[in-house]
């Protein structure tokens, strides 16, 4: 990996990431594939087509699916040589560890030292996951990107919970290095190449978030993640909880906020030094007829685009805008149709594509400030 800082204007930084599996321009926003689709009948040609750079998948839902009862769903997806040859997909992907997804399964968990005990939401088959076997499972599918295995403890849990879970996640983030380290130098891995980013957790904690930071710091990753934000705190405090912490991480390495977010949230990360982001929002939002337009939202659902003959938004240049009017998404939203939930998909994701470009193309420019207090007041004013 090399990854150089072009251009930065405040903490905003721009900069280029060169992977195993082609360069990513930062800032960007990672289009999320959870099951290694796009929800919404979205297939890789489209995300081409949408300018997506980097492709996020799920490794505890591909671990469970695809699988015939006695393989799990990564076994499989290595014997097509990966996640990319799989989904035929030619540019980088990140895996997240599933370790939100696994900690999200509360009534259904047991943690301890060695890793979380838990059951299937497919088919109640018992798993047990941690730091080892979640690498390996990454390992299994190749990604251009491997997270970390660590514990998303509630936000507003006790401090003496999220302290001991913080020093949990840090003893594994040691051993998935380890793991990691043990599986790109075997014979027959998909990847030699993958990458590690640690997490940072903490909570709303201050002066625990700070002491992760600079302790995961000294374990030289490839990059950093700050997680266990926008998970219904304030986004006030998710902005300053990231003004405390991202200063404590390498400003040398890539950044990534996880799980975030709104137009709004993704231009104060990157103010704030942010490289990375992801969210579910424009694909769901999408398949709920919900658009993002330069100008605030916009619900097609609404009887008054009934007639409206106008794109989404003018000079969009996504494929529904070039060919499509509201009207006509709007009746195909109405009818069940799918290919209305997937021209708002396709539309959503191009915003956001589109604006991470607008947004590098303002930090090198220096006009970051100005621009992202254009968008917000324009964003504002329309919603």
């Known amino acids: 990996m090399r990854y150089e800082i072009l251009a930065t204007e405040g903490r905003a930084k721009r900069a280029r990431m060169e992977t195993v599996h082609g360069t990513i321009e930062t800032p960007v926003f990672m289009n999320v594939g959870t099951v290694a689709a796009i929800k919404g009948a979205v297939s890789t040609d489209d995300l081409r087509t949408i300018g997506t750079q980097v492709e996020l998948s799920n490794t505890y839902h591909l671990h469970v699916r695809p699988g015939d009862g006695t393989r799990w769903g990564d076994e499989l997806i290595r014997e097509f040589g990966g996640l990319h040859?799989?989904?035929?997909?030619?540019?980088?992907?990140?895996?997240?560890?599933?370790?939100?997804?696994?900690?999200?399964?509360?009534?259904?968990?047991?943690?301890?030292?060695?890793?979380?005990t838990f059951h299937s939401h497919i088919d109640g088959r018992k798993i047990f996951m941690g730091p080892e076997e979640s690498i390996r499972i990454q390992s299994n599918l190749g990604s251009t990107i491997a997270m970390a295995f660590d514990e998303c403890a509630p936000s507003l849990s006790e401090r003496d919970y999220i302290e001991k879970s913080v020093a949990r996640t840090t003893r594994w983030l040691a051993r998935c290095k380890d793991e990691l380290s043990k599986l790109n130098g075997e014979p027959g891995t998909v990847n030699p190449e993958q990458l590690l980013f640690g997490i940072n957790q903490g909570g709303i904690l201050e002066d625990v978030r700070i002491r992760h930071a600079e302790e995961i710091r000294e374990m030289d990753c490839d990059g950093y993640a700050v997680g266990g934000l926008a998970v219904g705190e304030p986004a006030e405090t998710m902005y300053h909880i990231l003004d405390?912490?991202?200063?404590?991480?390498?400003?040398?390495?890539?950044?990534?906020?996880?799980?975030?977010?709104?137009?709004?949230?993704?231009?104060?990360?990157?103010?704030?030094?942010?490289?990375?982001?992801?969210?579910?929002?424009?694909?769901?939002?999408?398949?709920?007829?919900?658009?993002?337009?330069?100008?605030?939202k916009l619900n097609l659902f609404n009887k008054k685009y009934e007639l409206d003959a106008r794109p989404i938004e003018e000079g969009c240049g996504c494929p529904a805008c070039r060919s499509y009017s509201r009207a006509y998404i709007r009746h195909l939203l109405k009818a069940g149709e799918m290919l209305g939930m997937r021209l708002c998909v396709l539309h959503n994701l191009y915003f956001y594509n589109k604006m991470m470009s607008e947004i590098r193309e303002a930090i090198e420019q220096g006009t970051f400030a100005a621009y992202k207090k254009k968008r917000i007041e324009e964003m504002e004013a329309g919603s």
Request: charged letters at 20%; a neutral charge; one cysteine or more.
């Open 244 to 296: 405390v912490t991202v200063p404590h991480l390498p400003a040398e390495k890539p950044t990534y906020l996880m799980g975030v977010g709104t137009p709004v949230n993704i231009l104060e990360g990157v103010e704030r030094g942010i490289d990375f982001f992801d969210c579910v929002y424009p694909s769901r939002n999408g398949r709920h007829g919900n658009v993002y337009t330069n100008h605030g």
């Open 85 to 116: 040859k799989f989904m035929h997909w030619d540019r980088p992907i990140l895996t997240d560890s599933g370790g939100f997804q696994v900690f999200s399964l509360a009534g259904l968990r047991k943690i301890r030292e060695e890793g979380v």
